[in-house]
């Protein structure tokens, strides 16, 4: 008998309904265009921390942090580049 398939979700990333949370629109300071970003999960916290990748209007590339309590709204973003 073969070993049984280990439970894994059909999906493990799932699209927010709202996508795109963040624009440029939201930056703080002024931006071209703001890109995928990485995130993670705070454990002391629980909030949601984002790396996002920002385009200036040099066309330079910068990351800047953007935080929220529930993960999809309430974004503090970073006043400057991280």
Same mark, same amino acid.
């Given at each position: 008998?073969?070993?049984?398939?280990?439970?894994?979700?059909?999906?493990?990333?799932?699209?927010?309904?709202?996508?795109?949370?963040?624009?440029? !629109?939201?930056?703080?300071?002024?931006?071209? +265009?703001?890109?995928?970003? %990485? =995130?993670?999960?705070? *454990?002391?916290?629980?909030?949601?921390?984002?790396?996002?990748?920002?385009?200036?209007? !040099?066309?330079?590339?910068?990351?800047?942090? +953007?935080?929220?309590?529930? %993960? =999809?709204?309430?974004? *503090?973003?970073?006043?400057?580049?991280?």
């Amino acid at each position: 008998m073969p070993p049984a398939e280990p439970d894994v979700p059909k999906s493990l990333f799932q699209r927010h309904p709202g996508n795109p949370i963040l624009t440029a !629109r939201y930056w703080p300071y002024p931006v071209n +265009a703001v890109f995928n970003a %990485g =995130a993670v999960r705070l *454990e002391t916290s629980g909030e949601t921390l984002l790396l996002v990748r920002c385009e200036d209007h !040099r066309g330079h590339s910068h990351l800047t942090a +953007a935080r929220s309590k529930d %993960g =999809a709204g309430g974004w *503090e973003i970073a006043p400057s580049p991280t």
